[in-house]
């Protein structure tokens, strides 16, 4: 018999087929009063059973049902059986939300989920950071009395949410923010904060760039179109016209090498990182460089040229006789006549090292950490008379870098500087015989690794 009311049918029938054999037997009253004890008995069984649900549905714990029989055994399985399935789904919904505080946690941005009345019912660490809000202190309590700047309480009780706002943050070492608020649900709210502090410092310097290279091309610009407003309108002696032209040739050449310049500058940005494998053949590149440095001079120095035959570096020749020309012309352009250039290529401990030295004009110490930026110079007299851009040192440090290499500079005013480009082991290559074909030299000889 499945049917647990079935069951409890038959318990009653079996205590009436008693109280009714006990009637034939003993008489009616007999049979009467064993129904009568029978149903209290079963009447008393169903209550404790009762009593046991209610107790455990007042305080259900898991795996604690009570005991049973019959149609309560079945109740109670039933019931057992749909906690379990309760316990289960109370558990994955837990671990659901765990999986997601920790996703909000782990988010470098900062989150904050506010109520209709703009109080705080969740953020994350980025919000801490950002604002300085503490989840445990400031739950419940309104989010513009702990981000008061009045730029962000206009802005969340405008409740217009279209645009983000920018807030400089008081916490953080005042990074930039980009604040947004987005509605969501009923009346809820995220307000999201990113930290924009690197793309405004990019912004700056990209809008600073464009101001420095109109200015440097504005200037032998106007300088030209002067010249030749001049020569098209006076009428002027042959001797004149040619020292006009001259000039304006002058003119022309600086802005092309302005141009020259901030082209390598932008191919060192945005071509691929200089390979391993290709070797650049030093000892060549110094010789050409050399033999620049000295046309340079054009007798007006020392140059000498002290290197070591042993090993080349991996790379791209173009990028590192850039950077080592424009170190070797400095020197002369910046050390006045009778002084000395020296060129060496050596072996260092981290690697291997280009050094320029000079004994020319020097560089104030404070002036040291920001010569590689662009358009920078000590003296803008000198460099332009030198035909200097401003940009050489720049492109220096941007070869090098894409060499995993680094630009000391050692400097005493009036004495003269020492340039240093260090490459580490990595980039270094035994030399190839000249004879043999560069590209089948093996890059990972014993002693340069
Ligand atoms: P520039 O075209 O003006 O020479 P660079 O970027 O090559 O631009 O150099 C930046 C500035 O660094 C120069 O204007 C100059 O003041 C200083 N400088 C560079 N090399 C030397 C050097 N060897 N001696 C003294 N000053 C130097």
């Given amino acids: 018999m499945n049917s647990p009311l079935l069951r409890a049918a038959a318990t009653l029938a079996t205590v009436a087929a008693v109280a009714l054999v006990a009637g034939a037997g003993f008489g009616a009253a007999t049979g009467w009063a064993v129904l009568a004890l029978g149903a209290l008995a079963l009447l008393a069984y169903h209550l404790i059973k009762l009593a046991a649900l209610i107790r455990w549905l007042r305080q259900p ?59 705080i019912e969740w953020c994350n660490e980025g919000a801490g950071r950002h604002f300085g809000l503490n989840l445990g202190a400031d739950l419940g309590r309104p989010v513009i009395n702990l981000v008061r700047q009045p730029g962000f309480v206009a802005y969340v009780e405008a409740e217009d949410y279209t645009h983000t706002i920018q807030l400089r943050s008081e916490h953080g070492g005042g990074l930039t923010l980009s604040v947004q608020v987005i509605p969501y649900g009923e009346s809820q709210k995220l307000l999201l904060s990113r930290d924009v502090t690197r793309f405004e410092k990019v912004e700056t310097t990209r809008r600073d760039f464009v101001a420095n290279v109109s200015h440097e091309l504005r200037t032998p610009l106007t300088v030209l179109a002067g010249f030749l407003e001049t020569v098209r309108e006076l009428k002027l002696d042959p001797q004149r016209t040619r020292d006009y032209m001259n000039l304006m040739a002058e003119q022309a050449r600086r802005m092309q090498r302005i141009v020259d310049d901030l082209l390598a500058l932008s191919a060192l940005e945005s071509s691929p990182e200089p390979s391993l494998e290709a070797r650049v053949n030093v000892q ?166």
């Fill in 61 to 119: 714990r898991a795996g604690a049902l009570p005991d049973a029989r019959g149609v309560w055994d079945e109740a109670f399985a039933l019931l057992h059986r749909f906690e379990r399935t309760a316990a289960k789904e109370a558990a994955r919904l837990s671990r659901a939300l765990t999986r997601w505080r920790q996703a909000g946690e782990a988010l470098p941005d900062g989150v904050v989920i506010l109520d209709a009345q703009n109080r």
């Fill in 284 to 449: 060549g590149l110094l010789a050409r460089v050399m033999a620049d440095t000295e046309a340079l001079s054009a007798g007006r120095h020392r140059v000498t040229l002290d290197a070591f035959e042993g090993f080349d570096i991996a790379g791209a020749e173009s990028e590192i006789a850039s950077a080592f020309g424009n170190l070797a012309s400095n020197a002369v352009r910046y050390t006045p006549e009778g002084g000395t250039v020296n060129l060496v290529w050596r072996a260092s401990r981290e690697g291997a090292e280009f050094t320029v030295e000079d004994t020319g004009v020097g560089i104030e110490p404070h002036h040291i950490a920001r010569l590689t930026e662009r358009f920078y110079r000590v003296d803008r007299g000198r460099s332009r008379e030198t035909g200097g851009t401003g940009l050489g040192l720049a492109i220096v440090k941007h070869a090098l870098m894409r060499h995993q290499a680094t630009l000391e500079i050692q400097s005493e005013p009036g004495k003269g500087s020492r340039f240093i480009a260090r490459f580490p082991a990595r980039r270094m290559l035994p030399a190839a015989t000249r004879t043999q074909d560069a590209a089948t030299a093996s890059p990972a000889a014993p002693g340069f690794s």
